[in-house]
């Protein structure tokens, strides 16, 4: 069984640009959460996607936008960089059953530095 | 400020007990969760609690929640080197899914 797997691992842009982080969900999970973790913080919720569909959004602006595909791979883009977007990005899948709790498998990350 | 609130640092002895303590502010949350996060990875899953239960135990790892006062603790016994770490706790606000909500982490240092 295949783990939550991202990419890339680390990113540089410059404020202004565009980012395309890319994650791909364990075997059999169809829901892609992505957080993103300031240094220092805990992480912070960006949003969900279930079955293709955002299924949640925490606090973050329209810049920060997805996509989750047929396989329920997922991208996660910003428009617009600004140097406090420089974080670690989380990727975690999972998939919801009956029972209220579901586990959620992290990846390992992608480290974006804005400057 | 964050809903979830952590101690920034614990430093202990190999061999000792290490609590690291939690507090969290929605009290609608069915569950509450530990993550450990070694440096350069991801958020690796410790162990849950359901917000019905007082404690829960596995192997090394007790978890305590009161519920009145909201706070959430996790010990860790014989704590090794290979337990330093940052530790989240994660709470899953009432009707948000499965959304986490993560305190800041509380960064373990084992000393030999």
């Known amino acids: 069984e295949t783990g939550v797997t991202q990419s890339p691992t680390h990113l540089i842009k410059t404020r202004g640009q565009q980012v395309t982080l890319r994650c791909s969900s364990q075997?059999?999970?169809?829901?892609v959460s992505w957080y993103q973790q300031a240094l220092g913080q805990g992480p912070q919720f960006i949003f969900q996607?279930?079955?293709?569909?955002?299924?949640g959004r925490g606090n973050f602006p329209p810049r920060f936008s997805g996509l989750q595909f047929p396989n329920y791979s997922s991208e996660l883009n910003v428009n617009a960089l600004e140097l406090d977007d420089s974080a670690l990005y989380l990727c975690?899948?999972?998939?919801?059953?009956?029972?209220?709790?579901?586990?959620?498998?992290f990846g390992p990350g992608t480290r974006l530095t804005v400057l | 400020g964050e809903d979830v609130e952590q101690s920034l640092f614990l430093s202990v002895r190999e061999g000792d007990s290490s609590v690291i303590n939690c507090t969290y502010t929605?009290?609608?949350?069915?569950?509450l969760y530990w993550y450990k996060q070694e440096p350069g990875a991801g958020l690796q899953l410790l162990t849950y609690?359901?917000?019905?239960?007082d404690m829960k135990q596995d192997q090394r790892l007790t978890v305590l929640l009161n519920k009145k006062d909201k706070h959430l603790s996790l010990r860790i016994a014989d704590t090794q080197t290979g337990d330093s770490a940052i530790y989240f706790c994660?709470?899953?606000?009432?009707?948000?899914?499965?959304?986490?909500?993560f305190g800041g982490g509380t960064r373990l240092m084992v000393k030999p």
């Open positions: 075997s059999g999970h169809n829901t």
């Open positions: 609690i359901f917000s019905n239960m």
């Open positions: 929605d009290s609608s949350s069915t569950y």
């Open positions: 996607y279930y079955r293709e569909e955002e299924n």
């Open positions: 975690a899948s999972s998939f919801p059953g009956l029972e209220a709790y579901n586990e959620q498998f």
């Open positions: 994660a709470e899953t606000p009432n009707n948000a899914g499965n959304m986490l909500t």
